[in-house]
């Protein structure tokens, strides 16, 4: 097993991420715990640390089993993260009352790691409202009294809101969990967040490796320009080896959820072997040929915006929408849309195509917002 280094601590560059824990009957909250037991174990044996759980994992289940599937072990000899659920608007104000029944459910007296849980445009003007709502003073205040070792945050937000948080909260953090794979590495700005990050010192975690499983397995014509570089290389692997490629990335996160995948990805973190600039540049090019045949070339120069009646922000609408198509929904664009004015909305395109005339790239600007609008309705 590879370790990181760490402030005082080494980390396996692996982490057991329990949020897509076996699960019997495909029932999300029925977590399947004769099974995880077995991959925990093989993880524990294998040298794997560093487990991250939160609040809403399996519908609340994760903390409780993955607390009893850890206890058996030395509480020293491995590394529990756990998150506020800042996702949820509701759980604002209620940071102590959930910390202590989290403490409760993971049958532990303190995390080593805990985080602000997806920082994003929903939720970011929350987050920065200590007055109000007292979480980040809380969380400090356990950090001081030893129980959260290590404080940091999770980010699925766009690079502006990251900035904001940072500016408040940067000196405080001491690690960022970010959504960081090759294929989101231009598509959606991980590159730049994890620029950002460098510039406030502070290391990164890396979630989503394999993008939900979307890089799990590609195209056949793709598969074949890898194997041409590595033979004996599955294309998972691939994935995590441009992770280790990057010298900032701490722990990276894996959501396991049967034993093969446990045995591959372990089997992967034996040993780093990062890729060169030929193996880079091709898995970039790939990446980019797999957004791109979806993409609207929106290149943000946003002549378009001063001619709208409406006042739209067009060139974030049109990035959301990219996402939201390539990914076949999902909860980012929703997420992100959520923090709009109604009036701000794509639904708010009156259609009149002013903007079109302007957009160097040819992009037929109101058909786009009329298909967002009814992709984000069918959902």
């Keep these: 097993m590879i370790y990181k280094q760490f402030q005082d601590v080494k980390l396996s560059a692996l982490g057991f991420g329990c949020m897509r824990l076996p699960v019997k009957n495909g029932v999300y909250a029925d977590i399947d715990e004769e099974a995880a037991a077995e991959m925990i174990d093989f993880a524990m044996k294998s040298g794997v640390n560093y487990y991250d759980t939160a609040w809403g994992y399996h519908d609340g289940m ?25 996702y949820d608007l509701g759980n604002m104000g ?19 790691f ?5 920082v994003c445009e ?5 987050y920065l409202d200590d007055a109000k ?61 994890a620029e950002l990050l460098k510039e406030h010192n502070i290391p990164v975690w890396v979630m989503e ?41 701490v722990v990276t996160l894996s959501g396991m959820s049967d034993m093969a995948q446990v045995k591959d990805n372990i089997k992967t973190f034996e040993k780093a072997e990062p890729l060169n600039k030929t193996e880079m540049q091709t898995l970039l090019d790939i990446a980019e040929r797999m957004t791109g045949k979806s993409k609207l070339p929106c290149t943000a120069c946003r002549y ?7 006042g739209l922000s067009i060139p974030e609408l049109i990035s959301l929408y ?52 009814l992709r984000l309705k069918e959902e």
């Design 322 to 373: 990219n996402e939201h198509r390539f990914t076949g929904g999902g909860f980012i664009a929703p997420m992100a849309l959520s923090s709009y004015e109604k009036d701000k909305l794509p639904s708010a395109c009156v259609g009149c195509r002013s903007c079109e005339k302007v957009c160097p790239q040819g992009i037929k600007i109101s058909e786009m917002m009329k298909d967002f609008t």
């Design 209 to 249: 490796p394999l993008r939900g499983g979307k890089l799990a397995s590609l195209a056949k014509e793709y598969e074949e320009t890898l194997k041409k570089l590595r033979p004996n290389e599955g294309t998972p692997a691939w994935a995590f080896r441009f992770l280790q490629t990057l010298p900032d990335v």
């Design 304 to 310: 378009c915006t001063s001619h709208c009646p409406k």
């Design 62 to 86: 994760s903390e409780i089993v993955m607390g009893k599937l850890l206890k058996k072990y030395p509480r020293n000899s491995f590394y529990l993260a756990s998150k506020f659920p800042g």
């Design 122 to 126: 929903m939720n970011i003007d929350a």
């Design 114 to 118: 805990y985080l602000f849980h997806n």
């Design 133 to 193: 709502y007292k979480t980040f003073d809380f969380l400090i205040k356990q950090k001081r009294n030893g129980r959260i070792k290590h404080l940091g945050f999770s980010a699925h937000g766009d690079l502006n809101v990251m900035k904001r948080f940072l500016a408040e909260y940067g000196e405080y953090m001491e690690f960022g969990q970010l959504q960081i794979n090759y294929l989101d590495w231009e598509f959606q700005d991980a590159r730049k967040k």
């Design 94 to 112: 209620k940071t102590e009352e959930i910390f202590e029944k989290q403490l409760v459910k993971c049958g532990v007296e303190y995390f080593d």
